[in-house]
């Protein structure tokens, strides 16, 4: 099993261009979501999903768009890059919010 | 609201030495409680976890953790440290049902 695939694994942006941060599980978990982790402040939840078609905020999610089409994929948008988004950004999934979370590698995302 | 504090972010031991994690939470409601480890450019993995039950959870590579409810804790240990443990350690809570909320992390390094 893959678990939970992101890509890519590094990307540059210049202020104001926008991407995608792709994410996809193969462990049929309905509960998927997106942190950003930066030194010293932990993990942070940027949005959530509880299953295909319900998405729904988290602690920090300014600036970033989510979308859940699918029980396997749950991408993140950027839709104006800003220097303060340079971070790592990791997705998870589980089988419910308050269970195991299984994460990706990780996203290193630098904004110029 | 739930929150998670992990006290000192950065810990050091020497191999053999007892490896000791603190992490306290504040919660509304009985929670959920983890530990999770990264090694160095990789994601999160858990290394153990208290919902219910016996409060002296084990978990894997030799970890244990006590939830100690009148303390609001759930303190990581190790009885003898390995060059292996060296990674950084997250606590998180979740109120029943709810999202993972993230302690701000404790990097550990271990002296041979």
């Known amino acids: 099993n893959a678990g939970v695939t992101q890509t890519p694994k590094f990307q540059v942006l210049k202020t104001g261009q926008s991407m995608t941060l792709q994410c996809a599980q193969d462990?049929?978990?309905?509960?998927m979501s997106w942190y950003r982790q930066d030194p010293g402040m932990g993990l942070r939840l940027i949005h959530y999903?509880?299953?295909?078609?319900?998405?729904d905020q988290g602690e920090v999610p300014n600036g970033y768009n989510v979308s859940r089409s699918t029980t396997e994929d749950f991408p993140l948008r950027l839709l104006s890059a800003a220097p303060s988004q340079t971070s790592v950004y990791f997705c998870?999934?589980?089988?419910?919010?308050?269970?195991?979370?299984?994460f990706g590698e990780g996203s290193r995302l630098t904004v110029l | 609201a739930q929150s998670v504090t992990q006290l000192g972010s950065h810990v050091s031991v020497s191999e053999g030495a007892l490896v000791l994690l603190r992490c306290n939470y504040s919660?509304?409601?009985?929670?959920?409680l983890f530990w999770y480890v990264q090694y160095p450019n990789q994601g999160l993995q858990l290394l153990l976890k208290y919902t219910t039950g016996a409060t002296l959870v084990k978990g894997i590579n030799g970890f244990e953790a006590e939830f100690k409810k009148s303390e609001t804790s759930f303190h990581l240990t190790k009885p003898s440290a390995h060059m292996s443990d060296a990674a950084e350690y997250f606590c998180a809570v979740s109120p029943q049902g709810g999202k993972l909320i993230f302690g701000q992390g404790t990097e550990l390094s271990v002296k041979p």
């Open positions: 999903s509880v299953g295909a078609g319900i998405t």
């Open positions: 919660s509304s409601v009985p929670p959920y």
């Open positions: 462990m049929n978990h309905e509960y």
């Open positions: 998870a999934s589980s089988y419910s919010p308050s269970g195991e979370l299984f």
